[in-house]
């Protein structure tokens, strides 16, 4: 995992707006999630999750927290007809491969640029479809580092904030 220190979040941004975050975790593997919340639990700060950041807009006085960067945590497997994906994957990307796979089911997704995180925590969707939908299961992390395993059709909470949440935290 890589920490950067008072980094704008406006490159971290589709729309290219926002102020610095206090820090900003770049993960690459589920054990650099673990330690950047642990990271941010030590500090007492608050902790926000980015993908691609296709559907944030930042205030230009920043995030006074742990920004905990997730496009690099990358890597898909294909067994028995399902695919597992890290969250970090293009959404697009996912499209594309489950097609080429045969697998029906993510090709109304291919044109919505967000990650499969952020595509889940959304609810992503196009066409008169729904990331939901599609979903067997889906793995987090806690905040006690723990795996749990979250039912198919599994909705995130910031799901009811369609397009462009606003993030202002002063
Ligand atoms: C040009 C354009 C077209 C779009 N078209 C569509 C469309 O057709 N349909 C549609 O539904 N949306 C659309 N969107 C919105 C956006 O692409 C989707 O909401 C996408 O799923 C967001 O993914 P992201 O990785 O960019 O998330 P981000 O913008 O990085 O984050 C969005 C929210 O998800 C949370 N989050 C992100 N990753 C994770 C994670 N791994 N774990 C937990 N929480 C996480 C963040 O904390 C934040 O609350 C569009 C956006 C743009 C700019």
Same mark, same amino acid.
């Given at each position: 995992?890589?920490?950067?220190?008072?980094?704008?979040?406006?490159?971290?941004?589709?729309?290219?707006?926002?102020?610095?975050?206090?820090?900003?975790?770049?993960?690459?593997?589920?054990?650099?999630?673990?330690?950047?919340?642990?990271?941010?639990?030590?500090? $007492? %700060?608050?902790?926000?999750?980015?993908?691609? *950041?296709?559907?944030? @807009?930042?205030?230009?006085? #920043?995030?006074? /927290?742990?920004?905990?960067?997730?496009?690099?945590?990358?890597?898909?497997?294909?067994?028995?007809?399902?695919?597992?994906?890290?969250?970090?994957?293009?959404?697009?990307?996912?499209? $594309? %491969?489950?097609?080429?796979?045969?697998?029906? *089911?993510?090709?109304? @997704?291919?044109?919505?640029? #967000?990650?499969? /995180?952020?595509?889940?925590?959304?609810?992503?969707?196009?066409?008169?479809?729904?990331?939901?939908?599609?979903?067997?299961?889906?793995?987090?992390?806690?905040?006690?580092?723990?795996?749990?395993?979250?039912?198919?059709?599994?909705?995130?909470?910031?799901?009811?904030?369609?397009?462009?949440?606003?993030?202002?935290?002063?």
């Amino acid at each position: 995992m890589r920490v950067f220190e008072n980094v704008p979040l406006s490159l971290y941004t589709t729309f290219r707006l926002g102020g610095p975050a206090r820090y900003l975790i770049e993960c690459y593997t589920v054990d650099d999630v673990r330690d950047a919340i642990k990271f941010a639990l030590e500090r $007492n %700060l608050p902790i926000l999750p980015l993908g691609a *950041g296709s559907d944030v @807009l930042f205030s230009d006085k #920043g995030f006074n /927290g742990v920004v905990i960067r997730l496009m690099n945590l990358r890597g898909y497997k294909f067994v028995d007809n399902y695919a597992y994906i890290m969250a970090g994957e293009p959404l697009p990307k996912i499209a $594309n %491969l489950t097609a080429d796979m045969g697998l029906s *089911g993510f090709e109304y @997704l291919v044109g919505v640029p #967000g990650t499969v /995180g952020g595509g889940i925590a959304k609810n992503a969707g196009a066409h008169g479809h729904e990331m939901a939908e599609i979903l067997e299961e889906v793995y987090v992390v806690s905040k006690e580092g723990e795996i749990l395993t979250k039912p198919k059709g599994y909705k995130h909470k910031v799901q009811g904030i369609r397009f462009a949440e606003v993030w202002d935290s002063g």
